[in-house]
């Protein structure tokens, strides 16, 4: 907002808010739960402190990162369900490989004893930091950490996209599983998805090719936003 083309005028926030409004109710958001917060790209005025009267009198609304602090937790992140940790990088430090990721659900606890899914690698957990790298004792759904595991000295033990988990409660593998896809754009050469349809999938910082063996239910949206059921291809 603070481009010398914009200069914090409220017509461009207006005029923003007015052209992705559209947009983000059709791919499914409520428009309860849209917020705009006018942000310096230069100062930072808006993402942690208020923006200054002074620099913008017409907004009186939080900053970004109060809005943030406001949302609900979200359900369904137990500390006392099975543990899932995915593996977002991983480096070598001394003799034992550290990971980095975040507590998807369950608690992890210095000494567990853990699996690395899929490969079935058995390790320990050694050391566990925090996203400001201090040294805790445990850490639970929701927390960004570094962990140490033992016994995990080759990379092809651990790598981008594994999931670490408790023995006893171990991260199924499977080669097919059912999934609802919101269907944004196609590519130009693969405009129609149907069975056979070969993709990528990314999830988390895992990658692999996938095929579409079957599509069970297909809806579509109207202009009033509801979901209708069309036929099954």
Not at 63 to 90: A, F, M, Q, T, Y
Not at 92 to 114: H, M
């Amino acid at each position: 907002m603070d481009e010398p083309s914009v200069e914090w005028a409220q017509s461009r926030f207006d005029e923003v808010q007015t052209k992705i409004t559209p947009f983000l109710l059709e791919t499914g958001f409520k428009a309860e739960d849209i917020c705009y917060v006018p942000i310096s790209g230069m100062t930072g005025d808006g993402m942690k402190n208020r923006v200054p009267t002074e620099v913008c009198s017409w907004y009186k609304g939080q900053s970004l990162v109060e809005i943030l602090e406001g949302l609900p937790l979200p359900s369904g992140r137990d500390p006392n369900s099975p543990l899932r940790i995915p593996v977002l990088d991983k480096v070598q430090i001394e003799n034992a490989k550290t990971i980095y990721g975040k507590v998807e659900s369950g608690t992890v606890r210095l000494g567990d004893k853990c699996l690395v899914m899929p490969n079935d690698h058995p390790c320990q957990v050694g050391v566990i930091k925090d996203s400001q790298y201090r040294e805790v004792e445990y850490a639970r759904p929701g927390e960004n950490v570094c962990i140490t595991i033992l016994n995990v000295n080759e990379d092809s033990q651990c790598n981008k996209g594994d999931v670490l988990c408790h023995r006893e409660n171990v991260c199924p593998t499977t080669m097919i599983f059912e999934a609802e896809i919101e269907v944004l754009e196609l590519l130009s050469y693969k405009p129609i998805m149907s069975r056979g349809y070969s993709c990528m999938m990314h999830m988390h910082t895992f990658a692999d090719e996938c095929v579409v063996k079957d599509i069970l239910v297909a809806t579509e949206k109207s202009n009033s936003g509801e979901l209708k059921e069309t036929n099954k291809p």
